[in-house]
Every structure is written in structure tokens, then in C-alpha cells.
């Protein structure tokens, strides 16, 4: 109880003591970013998660600001529904100590973490998260960041697109039904629908021709084969996938030895011909 009180003590001295500054515009920004350093909220299975966390002061002022202990500026927490799976602060330990400092004139403060960087964290599970940046730290003149909060997704981990020039209707196998497609970075992300439940069933993504269809941009037909592997279940499973599409930036690049972007066209599940597909723009 006694630190408690001096701590708290401690921490008003330190407001008195700042500078008298005018409130001014103070931005903060929360996003993650995968191993290719893309800003995104899906991630397949086994990928590191990399935390990051900025505070901008875009005026002409100098704020100060008191810290809670020696350790980072933000704490990460990751949540499954209103679970906390872990932090930033796992195996870590800080001196409790309140410490003023000041977030100068056009001044930006940024915090990482890779997730993965702690002995104690291990890959995600396939599943819906929830990442906060809770600041650790408290402006006297003006307003304090809140705690910042957004959704992200870990998937099955990326197998790589396979170019064939196989035809489309030897590709398929067992229906599914698509229902979105979503390109981040170098992945792209399949949410799909079938029946079973009691099997654990594989996907593989084709391009198919093995060449690109010449349009500006240029398109490129990808095909799902789904095994099932004789799942006698017939629950209506929704799940999703994804696929690293670098061998088509690299068929690309040996083609017009440039980088441009790509049409992809995800086609449905077919009974005699490829018919209802998807779209997604991919710039590797």
C-alpha cells in the first residue's frame, strides 16, 4: 500500500513539474505486419506476428508524458473471444518506476514486437483473434492515448500455387463452394464451404494455363482441386485457406522482366465447364 501512495505521489509531482504545452493534434497507429513486412490481419499457421504501435506529434509543441516502469511504451495483449492468450510481457519483468519524458515537436515513438520472439509464445492456433496496444504511459497536458483494438485471423499455414498446364476438369475433384477471395501481400486467401467433419481434408490452387491470359493487366485462371478424403460427414464445414502466389510473381518476372499487377480469376467448384469465378487484384 505505501509504494502504491508514493508511486502516485510520485506520478503528479512529475505532471507538475512539465512543460505548460497547448493541446495539439497527437495521432497514434496500431497494425500488424506478416514476415514480408506487409500491414495485414490474416496469418497463415507457423507465420511470426509482428506488433507495431506509433504516436505522432505533428505540432509545433513539446508534450510531456510519464512512463509506468522502464520497460516498452506499449504492451500487446492477444485475446481468443474475452480469453487473454498472452503478451508482450511474458517472461519479461520491469522496474516499476515512474520516469517523465518528453514527445517532441514532429516527434514519432514506435514499439514492436514479434510474437514469436518470446520463448514462451508459440504459433497461434487456425483461428479469430483479438490484438490491443495498451500504452503504458500518460501525457499531463493533454489527453492519453486509449487503448487501441482490431480483429485479426491465423489460417492454414500457405501451400504454394502449382502453374500446370493440366486441364481444369482433371484439376477438380470434390465439390466446395467458394465464397470469398482476398489477396494479401504474396498470399492468397480462400474462403470455402463443404460437407464432411470427420476427415481432415487437403487443398491444392492451380493456375491453369500455365500462361497468362494477355490483357492489360494480365490474367491468370486458378483452379481449387479438393480432396475430402471420402469424408462420410455431411455438416456444412466453412473454412479458409491460402496459397503463396510467389511462383506467379516469379513466372512474371521471367516473362516481362519487370514487376506489374495480375488478374486472378478463382474459379467455383464446376460441373462440365468453368463457369462462376471470383476476382482479386494481386501486385507482387
Known amino acids: 500500500m505505501t509504494k502504491y501512495l508514493l508511486t502516485t505521489i510520485m506520478f503528479f509531482l512529475g ?3 512539465s512543460i505548460n504545452a497547448s493541446k495539439g493534434e497527437i495521432t497514434t497507429k496500431f497494425f500488424l505486419k506478416n514476415n514480408q513486412s506487409d500491414e495485414t490481419t ?5 507465420q511470426d506476428i509482428n506488433f507495431n504501435y506509433s504516436i505522432e506529434n505533428r505540432t509545433e509543441n513539446s508534450y510531456s508524458y510519464l512512463k509506468q516502469d522502464t520497460g516498452p511504451l506499449v504492451t500487446f495483449e492477444v485475446y481468443k473471444k474475452d480469453s487473454l492468450i498472452g503478451t508482450s510481457l511474458d517472461g519479461l519483468a520491469f522496474i516499476p518506476v515512474i520516469a517523465e519524458d518528453i514527445l517532441k515537436a514532429g516527434e514519432t515513438l514506435t514499439t514492436e514486437y514479434n510474437w514469436l520472439s518470446a520463448a514462451v509464445h508459440q504459433p497461434l492456433p487456425v483461428g479469430e483473434y483479438t490484438a490491443k496496444a495498451r500504452p503504458k504511459f500518460e501525457f499531463c497536458d493533454i489527453n492519453s492515448p486509449v487503448v487501441r483494438e482490431f480483429e485479426f485471423r ?3 499455414m500457405s501451400d504454394l500455387l502449382k502453374i500446370s498446364d493440366l486441364p481444369p476438369d482433371s484439376i477438380q475433384l470434390d465439390s466446395f463452394d467458394l465464397n470469398s477471395v482476398a489477396v494479401s501481400g504474396n498470399e492468397i486467401f480462400l474462403n470455402l464451404s463443404y460437407s464432411g467433419g470427420c476427415e481432415e481434408h487437403e487443398f491444392e490452387l492451380f493456375m491453369s ?7 492489360n493487366p494480365v490474367q491468370a485462371n486458378l483452379f481449387m482441386r479438393h480432396n475430402d478424403k ?4 455431411d455438416a456444412y464445414i ?3 485457406v491460402s496459397f503463396d502466389l510467389t511462383p506467379l510473381a516469379e513466372l512474371y518476372q521471367q516473362l516481362y522482366g519487370r514487376k506489374g499487377e495480375i488478374i486472378l480469376n478463382v474459379f467455383d467448384y464446376f460441373q462440365d465447364q468453368p463457369g462462376r469465378h471470383l476476382t482479386a487484384r494481386y501486385s507482387p
Open 15 to 17: 505532471c507538475d513539474t
Open 42 to 46: 490474416r496469418f497463415g499457421f507457423g
Open 154 to 156: 491465423v489460417v492454414t
Open 209 to 215: 494455363p500455365g500462361a497468362f491470359l494477355e490483357s
Open 230 to 233: 471420402d469424408d462420410a460427414c
Open 238 to 240: 466453412t473454412t479458409e
